[in-house]
């Protein structure tokens, strides 16, 4: 397989991702699966540290995107909201996951703070 045809795979395995179900953590570890062991995926084998690295990154985006989701007072009426609680849930599963991949993420502590913030006033 050249470079370009792993690219290519990669990058829509990324935007599965970014619109993975609540639980982004476990469309990731189903993409690995997928992408090196699945007999039906294409067999990349061993991914590279940049290649993980766009992984999680769509990945922890989709976090942001659910737990802003329902930080987000228009979204109160609409089916997709799942209420503060929820919030909380996927914040706390978004902060576990950057712990089990050892990254450190609280550059989204002061938007998730904001959004809150505004969701209450």
């Known amino acids: 397989m050249n470079d ?4 290519e795979i990669l990058e829509d395995e990324v935007l599965i991702l970014r619109d993975s179900g609540e639980i982004p953590e476990i469309a990731y570890h189903a993409t690995l699966y997928y992408l090196t062991k699945d007999e039906n995926g294409p067999g990349l ?3 590279n540290e940049e290649e993980l690295a766009l992984l999680q990154e769509a990945a922890l985006e989709r976090y942001q995107e659910i737990v802003l989701r329902d930080l987000d007072p228009d979204n109160r009426d609409l089916g997709i909201y799942r209420g503060i609680r929820r919030s909380i849930y ?3 599963r978004m902060q576990d996951f950057c712990g089990r991949l050892g990254r450190n993420c609280s550059f989204f502590k002061e938007t998730v703070a904001w959004a809150l913030s505004d969701f209450l006033a």
Do not use: E, P, T
């Open 90 to 92: 996927n914040w706390q």
């Open 45 to 47: 084998g061993v991914l």
């Open 4 to 7: 370009d045809s792993r690219k």
